[in-house]
């Protein structure tokens, strides 16, 4: 059991090193251009390996428990992020009113749980991140009350919110592990980052209306 846990930690770490270089890559190259969409399905890919390898050590191997919110936090704005580009500006899937409500039933069972079992937190960091997740989820489920014109209108802030809270929620996680003796700031420092990133994509769209249309929203897979 050991030597799976191990296994696990490994690929875990590498899956969650190669998301982190790519996502930092697809975040920094033209928008909608070929490197974009190259490293941002390999970022995604590598979410996947990161989500399945986190919610096992929590789980299975039973570590780390603060893992699993971030896992939440980090790997919905992943699947929402890139559902928003895929719909477009259409109304949502059955999946996407499922999936949010599977995270949030979720995110209530480990505040259940870590109360339960006495568990020290700091309330900064667990507060703001499952704030963060009931934020993005009760967005995403009110959309099937948003007229069709104002959902294709914000799908590239959307995208960009939700992708680059993905990428911050990841690195929360790994300066948290590296760095434990500066915590909580190693938690919420890159989510801080993150923000101020968005903020500036952001005024920078709202400057350049030209990327309003960028290629990427036309990418159906």
């Known amino acids: 059991m050991e030597t799976l846990h191990v296994i696990n930690i490994a690929t875990h770490v590498a899956a ?3 998301a982190l270089l790519t996502g930092l890559v697809a975040l920094s190259v033209k ?10 399905r390999v970022f995604t890919w590598m979410m996947g390996v990161v989500i399945l390898t986190g919610l096992m050590g929590v789980f299975a191997f039973k570590r780390n428990t603060f ?15 890139i559902r928003a580009v895929k719909l477009g500006g259409k109304k949502p899937g059955s999946i996407d009113y499922w999936a949010p409500v599977t995270v949030m039933a979720a995110a209530v069972y480990y505040l259940y749980y870590i109360h339960s079992i006495g568990l020290y937190w700091s309330p900064v960091v667990i507060y703001s991140t499952i704030g963060a997740l009931f934020l993005v989820t009760i967005y995403d489920l ?18 960009i919110y939700k992708m680059v809270s993905a990428l911050s929620g990841l690195a929360s996680a790994f300066t948290g592990t590296v760095f434990p003796d500066h915590k909580p700031y190693s938690q919420f420092l890159p989510s801080v980052l993150g923000l ?20 990427i929203l036309h990418q159906s897979n």
């Open 142 to 159: 009110s959309k099937a009350l948003m007229p069709a014109k104002l959902l294709k209108k914000t799908v590239i802030h959307e995208h």
């Open 196 to 215: 101020m990133c968005i903020i500036v994509i952001f005024i920078r769209v709202g400057n350049k209306p030209s990327l309003k249309s960028n290629p």
């Open 67 to 81: 893992l699993l919110v971030l896992t939440l936090l980090s790997g919905y704005n992943c699947f929402s992020g």
């Open 31 to 40: 928008k909608g251009g070929k490197n974009h969409l190259l490293f941002g």
């Open 16 to 18: 969650g090193s190669i």
